[in-house]
């Protein structure tokens, strides 16, 4: 898609399938082949063929993927990594030094929790919990002048917490601070950080972005241009790049994304409704229902609400362990986001690395992701495993 459409603004399911690539010029594929080649062949010494010198500065299939998730998030550029923390890690290591601070969500994605308190805080890099539901809270967690990310995610991974971007971004602005977006949950088709004031979005793009559970990455989007050429620096200095195939797959997922994604909503949306009348649960955490704290917010911010739903059952952890294991159409298995719907207890899994920290998450607490199967089936299976 040329760079003028691109600013022209077509559809989001157009630039989903179109951004980011031509048709190849020599041979008409409508599709960027897998570039599976570490080098370039120069035309005399620095004569760069399209600017491609070796395959972890840059690769035409990462190109592609990285321009199409750029117009996405409709920032200016888009860089991939072979996954969700190498991204992270870049980015901080861009925008951050020894002696910095950087506010976090006080129920940040287990992973992302660790990477900060226990890889950046060994390198003087330090952080300060906060909830991202709460401006006030926010503003009051920043350290003035040291301050350099305030880093949310919304909705938060696993209790659903809401945080409002635009004001988020007048608070983090205010101190001179980034506001870095984990829209990994929402995935660009429900929910755009960069046009609500965020100056970076990051993405675990194993989850929706790729989609089907076949591959393992992540990405950064900015929209800031001198932001862009630190983040580019970084990414080939550090070399956390997506390859070639993990590149490719991704961009066959996100052609599909807005379909999926309208799917993965009606699905959880008939979920909610199931688990709000069963009596063997307690809390339905929601950001769709009207009764969670960020339902205005959401509402105002996000398209719709996504497939992730997290419940809470009334017989305790061990209740809650069973209906993780009981389950036969929903997998039990970590991670998010694919074609297929899956199941996990927080607390032992996916946020284990948060126990015994104040961003420990309630044992009772069961999560879903909620994919494009059959409704009727996922609300037979959960019925069933709700004994
Ligand atoms: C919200 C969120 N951010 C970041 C990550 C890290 O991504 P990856 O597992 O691709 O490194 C995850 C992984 O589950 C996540 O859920």
New binding site residues.
Partial sequence: MSEQQHRHKAGFETRAIHAGYEPDPTTGAVIPPIYATSTYKQDGVGGLRGGYEYSRSANPTRTALEGNIAALEEGERGFAFA??????DTLVRATCRPGDHVVIPDDA?G??FRLFDKVEKAWGLDHSPAPVSDPDAVARAIQPGETKLVWI?TP??PLLNIGDIAALAAVAHDAGALLVV?N??ASPYLQQPLTLGADVV??????YCGGHSDV???ALVVRDLDLAEQVEFHQNAIGAVAGPFDSWLTLRGLKTLALRMERHCDNAERVVDFLTSHPKVGDVIYPGLETHPGHEVAQRQMRRYGGMVSFRVTGGEQHALQVCERTEVFTLG???GGVESLIEHPGRM?HASVAGTELEVPADLVRLSVGIETADDLVADLERALG
């Fill in positions: 996954s969700g923390l190498a991204a992270e994605y992973g992302t995610e938060t991974n984990d990994t949950f990051v993405h675990s793009t194993t989850k393992v990455g992540g970590e991670s998010l996916t």
